[in-house]
């Protein structure tokens, strides 16, 4: 029966971890994501993943940790992706304020 709760925890876990990476995905900015909390997320699977080797109780819950450190490492990379857009729209709006000041206002007449 504990291994059944667990793995109902891990798969609750589970489903939210895609949404968020779709969501991210679709952000294309990284404002909203913590790579810190990403991170630790990974961690606390790197280390259920750790305990069920240590302890010799490799079973289908093995499995389900290993699909969640995949899809929350995937936020990871996407949280990279996001950061270089992040970097591309403060640099075209830097040319575009740059160019803004250069460019002579016309005057009514």
């Given at each position: 029966m504990p291994q059944i709760l667990e793995a109902t925890m891990l798969i609750c876990f589970g489903f939210s971890w895609p949404m968020s990476v779709y969501k991210n995905i679709k952000a294309k900015t990284a404002r909203s994501m913590s790579l810190p909390f990403i991170l630790l997320i990974d961690a606390?699977?790197?280390a259920g993943i750790a305990a069920k080797l240590w302890s010799h109780t490799i079973n289908y819950v093995l499995v389900v940790y290993v699909l969640n450190l995949l899809i929350v490492s995937t936020n990871v990379v996407v949280y990279f992706i996001n950061r270089r857009y992040d970097k591309a729209a403060e640099l075209a709006a830097a040319a575009k304020?740059?160019?803004k000041e250069n460019t002579p206002e016309l005057s009514a007449k």
């Open positions: 606390g699977y790197i304020a740059s160019e």
